[in-house]
């Protein structure tokens, strides 16, 4: 059920009017209500993976008192494995089987066996990565002692299925949400219009700038590269860019949205990522809650710059980033670009350090060409994303350099669309903040209007066959 399908819309305006009689009194009932509502939108999309998030969730509810009450660190160690093992194994199964069976076969041919091992049958569930991620931010939190074990089965699992961030994040953290069930505050939702505003804003992202985007530029030039020109093509590139962003920032925001309208924060999901200064500085701005797990998470579990050598501990941490996106040989040479990025800049400012020079100061012109440059990095990367294939990369990269073509199919909708999502993305911040306070401030007539014709406007362009970018990963 996407959010964007006129399904999603009914059901969330149900639960919303539901939600809201129950926080009046019984926030209890609240709770049960959206758990339930939680499920129905999961099973939406194949009612056995409803399955595999209940296994999930009991095994880390299971493990996660067991961690805490072990009488040795030995013992919270046995219980924290038993909830990554199982937990990631699953991942690992759904997500990653076929990947290994296909590596096995290469190296079986490569040795001169004419066997191979059959291929599974399986179907990826949608969301899975996300929802691991979270469960297992739990039993780890409390074994790093950030967090206590939850006596509430419900609550651990509105937690695990909240679903507005249940298949695209953000990624939540056990001691960032599972606070905010445990506090019944009673009497309206302080930020609900500022979380109409954010909904409207996912939905003109997605639909007015993202789907437009991947019809005029990227799906043309992604599908047959060979056919356009060198400059049709670098237009898909940057198309594609910002396609992904208002896409997935656009998902954010519509559950950044929702979870205000029943009275919950999630994490901002993304500051500005094209306005980074390097490619360190784009990870700090771009999917936070993931960058922010795999930082927390491995990079420091594997000692950081504190312990072993710090630029293997970087390379580790951007190849599983990259492994994390899919099963492919093309994510582990993205993780592998990105992580040789990272520990280019890292050693440039050790060096620097070194020799008691100053870190650089972008200012003027200067800014503006390193912000260029570093989209360009950006930008080019994903190639290995878009392109489906190590392979597939090349061949778009390869027809970038044939000049016999000069097919430039722009269209205005499609050049107005880049337009809009590039100054949309560079204009100041406050600008962008600002139409939320003045929504917020209108009289109730003018709210209703100005939703009620957004959203007939979203439901009339919007295609239920484009899917969020993310939902993939």
């Not at 999309?45 to 961690?67: M, Q, S």
């Not at 990227?218 to 860019?241: E, H, K, T």
């Not at 809009?420 to 100041?428: D, E, K, R, S, T």
Request: hydrophobic share 50%.
């Amino acid at each position: 059920m996407a959010f964007h399908s006129f399904h999603f819309l009914l059901s969330f305006i149900v639960v919303l009017l539901l939600a809201r009689v129950c926080f009046e009194s019984y926030p209890s009932a609240k709770k049960t209500l959206l758990l339930i509502a939680s499920y129905y939108f999961y099973m939406c999309w194949d009612w056995r993976f409803a399955g595999l998030l209940l296994l999930i969730t009991l095994i880390n509810y299971v493990v996660g008192p067991k961690i805490e009450q072990a009488k040795s660190q030995f013992c919270q160690r046995v219980w924290l494995w038993v909830s990554l093992c199982s937990s990631l194994g699953i991942l690992g199964y759904f997500k990653y089987a076929n990947f290994f069976i296909e590596g096995m076969n290469e190296l079986l041919t490569s040795v001169g066996f004419s066997g191979e091992v059959a291929y599974l049958n399986i179907v990826l569930p949608v969301g899975i990565s996300f929802y691991t991620f979270q469960s297992i931010s739990y039993t780890i939190d409390i074994y790093k002692g950030n967090t206590k074990s939850v006596k509430s089965i419900r609550d651990f699992a509105l937690f695990v299925s909240f679903f507005p961030q249940l298949v695209a994040g953000p990624i939540v953290r056990a001691k960032d949400f599972l606070p905010q069930l445990s506090s019944d505050v009673r009497g309206v939702v302080p930020s609900f219009e500022h979380g109409i505003a954010l909904i409207l804003r996912g939905y003109i992202k997605k639909v007015a700038i993202a789907d437009v985007l991947a019809v005029h530029f990227v799906d043309p030039a992604f599908s047959d590269p060979s056919n356009y020109s060198p400059v049709f093509l670098l237009l898909g590139i940057y198309a594609y860019s910002f396609q992904v962003y208002m896409d997935f920032s656009g998902y954010s925001d519509i559950a950044r949205g929702i979870a205000k309208t029943l009275g919950y924060e999630l994490q901002i999901n993304f500051n500005r990522p094209y306005k980074a200064i390097s490619v360190s500085n784009f990870w700090q701005r771009w999917h936070i809650s993931m960058s922010s797990f795999f930082r927390d998470y491995l990079y420091f579990g594997l000692g950081g710059a504190k312990r072993g050598n710090v630029y293997a501990n970087l390379m580790v941490t951007f190849i599983m980033i990259g492994i994390w996106h899919g099963a492919g040989w093309n994510f582990v040479l993205y993780g592998c670009v990105h992580g040789t990025y990272i520990c280019v800049e890292r050693y440039a400012r050790s060096r620097r350090a070194l020799l008691n020079q100053p870190e650089k100061d972008y200012v003027g012109v200067r800014y503006i060409v390193q912000i260029f440059w570093i989209f360009n990095l950006i930008a080019f990367s994903r190639l290995l994303f878009r392109g489906g294939s190590v392979e597939g990369a090349i061949n778009y990269a390869h027809a970038m350099l044939n000049v016999e073509h000069w097919a430039t199919p722009v269209s205005a909708i499609g050049v107005l669309a880049l337009t809009i999502a590039v100054l949309a993305h560079y204009v100041p911040d406050n600008w962008t903040f600002e139409w939320k306070r003045v929504y917020a401030r209108l009289p109730v007539l003018s709210q209703a209007i100005t939703l009620a014709v957004t959203t007939i406007l979203m439901l009339v362009l919007s295609n239920s066959d484009a899917p969020f970018v993310y939902f993939q990963f």
